[in-house]
């Protein structure tokens, strides 16, 4: 994207900018907007969904914003790194054409988020609930979601790269043109998630739940050394 990361001292948005803002854009939201789902998330815009907030063209390094309540917050064209936002609450935020760096979000809910366009690099996300959260056209890359929630989540062209799920919970989920490399899945709940199109040959997968038919890895692809953890879902033995 070509952002240049100012430096701390020049950088002049911080948790209390935020908050003023939020509450002040709160004061003058119209009465009434549509009921936020996840099917009006993949369709709405942000002008018609994201009334609370707007953060935009913010550059912020090693930034403190833990425990900050910003739901229906919407956010563009920003880049973080090196922040923190442990426990904080986004439910029903939107984030667009924003890079996060090195950031942590340990522990934070974003429940019917949207990230379109987005990146997050070598991020910390153990144990974030992104229930019914939409990710379009984003890159997950050396990141940590440890214990995660992604149930009922819909995930429309994105990049996975040597990220750890170990634990999350991906059921009910929608994964749609998802490429997926250097993963680690183990006990990762997948049920009633269709694994349709991807490709796990890379990925570690054992412990994995899925539902009694393992109908959700047909069409899927997997390696050789990884028939024998699968094998157990049906109770087979393989020796070695």
Not at 73 to 98: H, I, M, N, P, Y
Request: charged residues 20%; hydrophobic residues 35%; aromatic residues 8%.
């Amino acid at each position: 994207m070509g952002y240049k990361l100012r430096e701390e001292e020049d950088v002049m948005v911080n948790k209390s900018f935020l908050e003023s803002e939020f509450e002040a854009a709160r004061a003058k939201k119209p009465p009434q907007k549509p009921k936020l789902t996840l099917a009006n998330l993949r369709q709405g815009s942000s002008e018609e969904l994201y009334s609370q907030a707007s953060v935009s063209s913010c550059e912020l390094n090693a930034q403190c914003f833990d425990g900050i309540e910003l739901q229906e917050l919407s956010v563009s064209q920003c880049v973080f790194k090196d922040c923190t936002f442990r426990d904080c609450d986004f439910e029903g935020s939107l984030f667009e054409d924003a890079i996060f760096m090195n950031c942590d979000f340990s522990n934070s809910t974003f429940v019917l988020c949207g990230f379109k366009r987005c990146e997050l690099l070598q991020c910390k996300c153990t144990g974030v609930n992104a229930s019914e959260s939409l990710l379009e056209q984003t890159t997950l890359n050396g990141s940590i979601f440890i214990m995660a929630t992604f149930n009922r989540a819909s995930w429309k062209n994105v990049a996975v790269k040597t990220c750890d799920f170990t634990g999350a919970d991906m059921s009910g989920s929608d994964f749609s043109s998802v490429a997926i490399s250097d993963s680690k899945f183990n006990k990762v709940s997948f049920y009633k998630t269709s694994l349709k199109g991807l490709d796990l040959t890379t990925c570690q997968i054992d412990g994995i739940t899925l539902s009694n038919s393992l109908v959700e890895l047909h069409g899927c692809k997997v390696a050789t050394n990884q028939l024998g953890t699968l094998a157990h879902l049906i109770g087979i033995l393989v020796e070695e």
